[in-house]
């Protein structure tokens, strides 16, 4: 079983930078798919970029070019960062990962990942 655990949330105005954090119990490298999603005050959970083991990287479209997805390899951290923040931005944010030997399925679809950390909330303003 994989513990993940998020941090680095908090609130920020519009416009600034926030970096998330998660770390794994596992050792990132042999993860061949994680990710980020958000949940949004009443709205559903949805995808926000995933990377697989060879760094191939896929955004959603109202993030891509603002924030960027990227493994420590030498650790166990997955790391969001997020720049040109936007009030729609405002959300709790959750790490998540597919079970090891599972690659990424070229989408961000929620119901593919099997292991979820607690969240943390980013609040833009």
């Known amino acids: 079983h994989v513990q993940l655990v998020e941090s680095g949330g908090g609130s920020v105005q519009a416009g600034g930078s926030l970096t998330l954090s998660c770390e794994s119990s596992?050792?990132?490298?042999?993860?061949?798919?994680m990710g980020w999603f958000r949940q949004a005050p009443g709205k559903t959970r949805v995808g926000v970029a995933t990377?697989?083991?060879?760094?191939?990287?896929i955004y959603a479209p109202s993030v891509k070019g603002r924030f960027a997805i990227s493994m420590d390899n030498r650790g166990n951290i997955l790391y969001l960062e997020m720049n040109t923040l936007k009030p729609e931005d405002t959300a709790m944010y959750y790490c998540?990962?597919?079970?090891?030997?599972?690659?990424?399925?070229?989408?961000?679809?929620?119901?593919?990942?099997?292991?979820w950390g607690q969240g943390t909330q980013v609040t833009v303003s």
């Open positions: 998540a990962a597919r079970r090891s030997g599972v690659h990424c399925s070229g989408g961000l679809i929620e119901a593919e990942f099997d292991y």
């Open positions: 596992k050792y990132t490298g042999s993860m061949n798919c």
């Open positions: 990377i697989d083991e060879d760094g191939v990287t």
